[in-house]
């Protein structure tokens, strides 16, 4: 009876996460604009889509933006990891609450701080200041997910590369990088998301002609009937489906003997 | 690593002064001061001096020479308190979505803490999954349903129910913050909750306890450091949302950030104002967190994920 009722709930929850996506997903192949009547089957508004250049150079603009931000939000961001981790408390303590600053604090507020930083420097809002807005927020990511890796890794390690001949670069290169690694991926693909995903902060700090996809699906969903906009979800929802089952799949298959461990545990 | 290494941090901590510090200082400095008019000296005029000058120059035909002044006010931060209907309905309906986010994600976290390991993780994956979506298709799918002739208006109607009125209402705000922040309730409760070992639980049993009191002693008490960072998680974007409001609220139900975007890249083009009200918002959110923190004396950086 208890395990009937909480399947029921499940469902329920995930009803509710996934019908408005579907509906979307529906509509996009509805010939009729309007969302709420059915037509017939029709495949025009993606092929629509693929001829909208301001999509496809908004598409363009977010991956390129990403790839930098995240590739220098990473170097940025582990190099400040192992200085701060070699700090006095008192000042990696600083550091650390600064760090949070952009994480905890509204998007919002974040936004309209940089805007006014730019507009004080009389820098002229476009790639830059586009580009420079979304490495201030990618690194505390980086910077958070390699500090605890740092704190996990033995220090005797990088003495005992050293003693065994290594120079202080060789030694850093082939044991202290190793350890991180998890931590630098982890922070790297952060970065990568938060920066395909965000739109406030790019709202207040982009240019007229450095548009993000977000920024584009923003003004095209002013225009309140825009099918485009439900084939773009279809496309972007079946991607990051694969991605997940990609990604979870091979952590299914990587974690298979803990599960038996776990199995035990379990009185399902 | 040498204390050289040190070093490796000097390129972050310029980029942290430059974009992190200094951006918030300009805030501060923005909220506390007003640009006023002045004449080619620099000296200090009032409406009536300045009127009387413009059109002593334009009787003249000579170019007006003013100069701007930035000044020290209170009078920005003192302007928001006429805002306090737009900061209070923020809050309020924050809370709500904060409040029920918190009553659907509780059972669910628990419930999926408790599968087995690999339906755990096919679980999790399909809450996360909606996050990776931009928030603004989620929120251009409600659109489309709480229309006047969306779908669920049809689906009623078919079992003979009137149209509803429910886009354009608050209470589509509040579902627009829930539908959009859950998963980020989800999340940090499914991370304590797994932490918590069915033996515990089995031996509250066994001492005694009933269905009632495990949940109230044993899995509430172990369970609340991630409801602090699942509130944190889900009542912070809310309640400085500006596009949820515009999508689903139409414009009517304005919140705190639609009133500071209103300032900075809006038709009310007021800078120190915007400013003011960003500060009272961030001063506002770090209350709610120092608050919030009391009950999670976790480290922050294994919720973050």
Not at chain 1, 29 to 55: H, P, Q
Not at chain 1, 205 to 221: A, E, K, R, V, W
Not at chain 2, 286 to 298: A, G, P, W
């Amino acid at each position: 009876m208890k395990k009937i009722s909480s399947k029921i709930y499940i469902f329920l929850v995930f009803l509710f996460l996934y019908a408005p996506i579907f509906v979307l997903i529906a509509n996009s192949f509805n010939a009729s604009k309007s969302r709420t009547v059915w037509t017939g089957f029709t495949l025009d508004w993606y092929v629509k889509l693929f001829n909208n250049e301001v999509i496809l150079k908004s598409l363009l603009n977010t991956l390129i933006v990403a790839a930098i931000a995240s590739v220098v939000s990473t170097i940025l961001g582990t190099a400040a990891a192992i200085g701060i981790y070699k700090m006095k408390k008192i000042f990696r303590s600083l550091i650390i609450n600064i760090t949070y600053i952009p994480i905890m604090n509204s998007e919002m507020v974040t936004g309209v701080s940089l805007m006014l930083l730019f507009v004080a420097l009389h820098i002229d809002l476009g790639y830059f200041t586009l580009l420079c807005a979304h490495i201030t927020f990618c690194v505390p990511y980086v910077i958070l997910n390699v500090l605890p890796k740092l704190r996990q890794m033995n220090r005797s390690l990088y003495d005992a590369a050293l003693d065994l001949g290594c120079n202080p670069w060789q030694a850093f290169r082939h044991v202290v990088i190793p350890e991180i690694m998890p931590g630098i991926v982890t922070g790297f693909l952060m970065s990568l998301t938060y920066s395909i995903d965000d739109f406030t902060i790019s709202y207040f700090t982009h240019g007229s002609t450095s548009q993000t996809l977000p920024i584009t699906i923003y003004s095209m969903t002013r225009r309140k009937v825009s099918p485009e906009v439900n084939a773009l979800s279809a496309i972007i929802f079946v991607v990051v489906l694969v991605i997940l089952l990609i990604m979870n799949l091979s952590d299914i298959r990587r974690s298979k003997p803990r599960k038996k461990v776990k199995k035990g545990g379990t009185a399902e | 690593m040498n204390s050289r290494s040190k070093l490796a941090a000097a390129p972050y901590l310029l980029w942290m002064i430059v974009f992190i510090v200094v951006p918030l200082i300009l805030i501060a400095v923005f909220a506390f001061t007003t640009s006023v008019t002045c004449d080619a000296e620099g000296n200090l005029l009032t409406e009536e001096e300045l009127s009387e000058y413009l059109a002593e120059c334009e009787e003249n035909e000579v170019e007006p020479e003013l100069t701007e002044r930035t000044v020290f006010t209170i009078k920005n931060i003192l302007d928001v308190s006429k805002y306090s209907t737009v900061l209070i309905n923020s809050a309020w309906l924050a809370l709500i979505a904060t409040a029920i986010c918190l009553v659907i994600a509780y059972p669910l976290a628990y419930m999926i803490s408790r599968m087995f390991y690999t339906r755990q993780k096919l679980a999790l994956m399909l809450v996360m999954l909606p996050m990776w979506m931009n928030f603004l298709l989620r929120t251009y799918a409600w659109m489309t349903l709480l229309e006047k002739n969306g779908l669920i208006n049809r689906l009623l109607g078919l079992i003979g129910i009137a149209p509803l009125n429910m886009i354009n209402t608050q209470g589509a705000v509040v579902l627009g913050m829930i539908y959009n922040y859950l998963p980020f309730m989800v999340m940090p409760l499914y991370s304590v909750m797994t932490k918590i070992d069915d033996r515990t639980i089995e031996a509250a049993q066994d001492l005694g306890a009933n269905g009632w009191q495990v949940v109230s002693r044993v899995i509430m008490p172990l369970s609340m450091p991630g409801v602090a960072s699942g509130i944190t998680m889900v009542f912070v974007p809310s309640v400085s949302t500006f596009i949820i409001s515009r999508m689903l609220g139409g414009g009517t139900n304005m919140l705190v950030g639609d009133l500071i975007d209103l300032q900075f890249l809006g038709n009310a083009y007021n800078p120190n104002l915007g400013a003011a009200i960003s500060l009272v918002l961030m001063v506002f959110i770090f209350l709610c967190m120092s608050i919030t923190n009391q009950l999670d004396n976790e480290d922050m950086e294994g919720v973050l994920l």
